[in-house]
């Protein structure tokens, strides 16, 4: 299926089966719609306006609400789950018949998720995992995957010996503990020869200079830097330029450096040789999905675990919580295989940062 092919989609709707439903355009949207058949309206919260991904994601958007023929309300949360608890109670108040959100502290989000429960309003959640509650869905890439794609990175190519610094998201998201434990996990069984610096960023760009700065004050003989998101990316750069350690990956002083999202600014830097590797996020079918399931959620459709027919896979990953895993996969600059398993190439057409 072609990953930007806006068309009706089947999700599949059992272990084995599948089902379709059509992607609305325009037509009577069942239960959910508006007086006299209208779209139905959902309520969207963007997480932050600050990295180039969330900015894809926003964009995304309402190219795909018109596609699937949905009314959105968007609101933007600023990394602040203050603002979206606030936020939400606005949608609320506005009669919006799904909400799809993307919290960022996975915890505190859980007496809002009850709300939304009570009032029968389905909640798509994008790209985190509430800690606790229930949605309809979440729409998200497998983050173990991407520590464990990181680690296996960096693993092959320091031979398995040397010192890395990896620098964390928030901890106080599911992402940044699945992506720091996959990725320790899998240094201390694979690369038990590799020293680990695990630094805590909170996804704060500034932090994460900071903290990257002062680990090479320590251990000048870093040889590789993990970024669990591209926030990192322009302090990590500007650093090691300063250190003399922008070489080609054949010079003994390189420092290799993976990354994650697969925007726009990574694949270039990877054709550049500035850094080596990064795990595409996909941006743009968290925004197609996200919005496919609010819909069918509205429309009264449930699923079940299995495959699904756009190359992911539902699991169900406690009583009352589905997951869509979407592909993820790493990008390198020839793309060669890493520890047995496939990669894409930096220009390959299909990764959405390739795209206009």
């Not at 790209?127 to 309809?136: A, E, H, I, L």
């Not at 609010?294 to 997951?323: C, N, W, Y």
Request: net charge negative; hydrophobic share 35%.
């Amino acid at each position: 299926m072609n990953r930007r092919a806006l068309l009706s989609v089947g999700l599949t709707m059992a272990l084995g089966a599948s089902a379709t439903f059509m992607a609305g355009c325009g037509e009577d949207a069942g239960t959910g719609a508006g007086a006299g058949g209208g779209k139905p309206l959902v309520g969207a919260d963007y997480p932050r306006s600050d990295t180039d991904f969330w900015n894809s994601y926003i964009k995304y958007m309402p190219q795909f609400a018109d596609e699937l023929g949905v009314d959105l309300k968007t609101t933007n949360s600023q990394n602040d789950i203050a603002n979206l608890i606030s936020n939400t109670q606005a949608f609320i108040s506005q009669g919006v018949k799904g909400v799809v959100m993307a919290p960022q502290d996975t915890a505190a989000i859980a007496p809002t998720l009850k709300q939304l429960e009570d009032k029968k309003i389905p909640v798509v959640t994008i790209d985190t995992r509430p800690d606790t509650g229930k949605v309809f869905m979440v729409v998200r890439a497998d983050n173990r995957a991407y520590g464990t794609k990181a680690c296996q990175f960096l693993g092959t190519k320091l031979g398995g010996k040397g010192k890395v610094v990896m620098l964390q998201g928030g901890l106080d998201s599911i992402n940044g503990r699945d992506r720091t434990e996959a990725f320790n996990e899998c240094m201390s069984k694979e690369f038990p020869g590799i020293k680990v610096f695990g630094e805590a960023t909170d996804w704060k760009a500034d932090l994460a200079a900071s903290k990257l700065q002062t680990r090479f004050a320590s251990d000048p003989d870093i040889k590789g830097i993990y970024m669990q998101s591209s926030f990192a990316l322009s302090g990590t750069l500007q650093i090691l330029k300063q250190r003399g350690l922008q070489v080609p990956p054949t010079d003994p002083k390189h420092v290799f450096v993976v990354s994650n999202d697969g925007i726009p600014e990574e694949l270039k830097n990877i054709g550049a040789g500035l850094i080596d590797a990064t795990v595409s996020q996909p941006a743009d079918l968290y925004a197609k999905y996200g919005l496919e399931y609010v819909k069918a959620g509205i429309e009264g459709k449930t699923f079940q675990p299995g495959p699904t027919d756009h190359g992911s896979t539902i699991i169900q990953v406690r009583e009352g919580m589905l997951e869509d895993q979407l592909p993820a996969p790493l990008v390198t600059l020839d793309g060669a295989p890493i520890a047995g398993q496939p990669t894409l190439k930096f220009d390959d057409a299909s990764l959405w940062g390739n795209t206009p």
